[in-house]
């Protein structure tokens, strides 16, 4: 009997410990964005449309806890330091944002898309939009979705005159999941398996 409870007490343990080891591996991700710009007026840093200047800040290196939505990208800013108004986007302007992610595995990837649109100085006219091709990043076992319009575009504020708004920013945003490895699924269910005759066992003493 002693070496029943035994045995019994170390499969409990095993499953708890896969039952615990999932969460952990699922709800913990750590990342840092960076991005680059390429084509005409561009450099990898910003681009020059006439008086205008766009440009995009890194996030910081961001720990989440998915699913969770909103998280931190970077953000774009818009400036407008006189010269040509309005101005027109080159086709050719394309944006890349970069995910790198350090836990729970390491990898990259990207979001990649054209920036297109006019913009307007006093009054503000116009639009200025980043077009991703796709709005879903897959790095492992965590889903990057980009928080977009219902056009899957980003649309990227322009300056005005008004006071702090000048340049102007646009925050990017995404929500976040994880599925679970297979490898922890697998131990999870083993050890479930693993219960069935300790329980059958139980209903008979």
């Known amino acids: ?4 409870r035994l045995a019994r007490a170390v499969l409990v343990g095993t499953v708890a410990v896969a039952l615990g080891s999932l969460p952990v ?3 913990t991700v750590t990342y840092q964005t960076s991005g680059a710009f390429s084509g005409t007026g561009c450099t990898a840093v910003s681009c020059v449309f006439g008086g ?5 800040t890194s996030s910081a290196i961001v720990t989440a806890a998915p699913p ?3 998280v931190d990208m970077g953000q774009f800013t818009l400036f407008f330091g006189g010269g040509t108004n309005p101005a027109s986007i080159p086709g050719d302007v394309v944006f890349t944002l970069t995910v790198n992610q350090t ?10 898309g054209s ?5 307007g100085w006093n009054p503000a006219t116009g639009s200025l939009v980043w077009s991703p091709t796709s709005t879903t990043l897959n790095i ?4 990057y979705q980009l928080v977009t319009d219902n056009t899957g575009k980003i649309g990227i504020v322009l300056p005005t005159p008004n006071a702090g708004e000048n340049p102007n920013t646009t925050s990017i945003k995404a929500n976040l999941t994880v599925t679970p490895e297979p490898s922890t699924v697998a131990l999870m269910a083993t050890g479930m ?4 005759p300790v329980i059958r066992r139980r209903r008979k003493e």
């Open 52 to 56: 205008f200047t766009l440009s995009y």
């Open 115 to 119: 920036v297109s649109g006019t913009i």
């Open 1 to 4: 009997m002693g070496v029943r």
């Open 140 to 143: 492992g076992a965590v889903t």
């Open 25 to 27: 591996v699922a709800q």
């Open 103 to 112: 836990v729970p595995s390491v990898g990259n990837g990207s979001f990649v």
């Open 193 to 196: 398996f693993g219960l069935i």
């Open 68 to 70: 969770v939505n909103n």
